[in-house]
């Protein structure tokens, strides 16, 4: 039962050109949503976070934006650049748990 | 810098044998999580504890899964026997979290760099 669900397994952009990552979520109990990113032989590292009362949220060159009636969010990244290229992970909790459920990733790949 | 540290980095075990991961969270962290990543489910979550008591085992195939936290600095992942469709990368990660929902979380979660499993 895949709560958390990231369409694209890659993307591939252009240094300087702008990255957008798109994850979709079914559980309406969700209310906090953070995207991390992971290198190879390494664990995932947070990224950036938004919680259901906002719709936007920005952190330097990224920024994730919340539509909770589609039940959708993306991460932008611009400009894009070679040291993102990575592979990034979606994840949710829900309002009444502590369970963080994850998405199966997208890499991307951020060509110079 | 306080990291959460998972021994063995890599296992390559046979089918049918035990194996044993390890997890030591960041100190001060009241919560620890299981996941495994797969091609196909991405970062599937298999359990967690809190105050080194299960809250939520059922990602876990129960036959052969277990999870366990002898100590607050230490959790562990037994699979028994093992089997080739267990091979994967499995993350242990902490957190300090009080309550429910988002605002239970006082920082977000750290993840240790895995233990990579191949089962022959």
């Known amino acids: 039962d895949q709560q958390v669900k990231q369409n694209s397994p890659s993307l591939s952009v252009q240094e300087g050109r702008i990255s957008i990552l798109n994850c979709d979520y079914t559980?309406?109990?969700?209310?906090?949503f953070l995207w991390y990113k992971k290198y190879p032989a390494e664990g995932p590292t947070f990224l950036i976070s938004i919680s259901s009362i906002k719709d936007k949220n920005e952190d330097g060159r990224f920024t994730v934006f919340l539509n909770k009636s589609a039940k959708h969010l993306s991460l932008h990244i611009v400009p894009s650049q070679p040291g993102d290229s990575a592979v990034y992970f979606c994840?949710?909790?829900?309002?009444?748990?502590?369970?963080?459920?994850f998405g199966a990733g997208t890499r991307l790949t951020v060509k110079p | 810098d306080a990291r959460v540290t998972q021994t063995p980095r890599h296992k390559v075990t046979e089918m049918g044998q035990e194996v044993t991961m390890r997890c030591q969270p960041i100190l001060g962290h009241n919560t620890v999580f299981w996941y495994r990543q797969t091609m196909m489910q991405g970062l599937e979550l298999l359990a967690y504890f809190r105050n080194r008591a299960p809250l939520d085992d059922s990602g876990m195939p129960k036959d052969r899964f277990s999870a366990e936290m002898p100590d607050a600095t230490l959790a562990t992942l037994k699979i028994q026997p093992s089997e080739p469709r267990d091979s994967a990368v499995y993350f242990c990660?902490?957190?300090?979290?009080?309550?429910?929902?988002?605002?239970?979380?006082?920082?977000?979660?750290?993840f240790g760099n895995g233990t990579r499993l191949t089962v022959t």
């Open positions: 994840a949710a909790i829900a309002y009444n748990n502590n369970d963080m459920r």
């Open positions: 559980n309406s109990m969700f209310d906090y």
């Open positions: 990660a902490s957190g300090l979290v009080r309550g429910t929902g988002a605002s239970s979380y006082n920082s977000p979660l750290h």
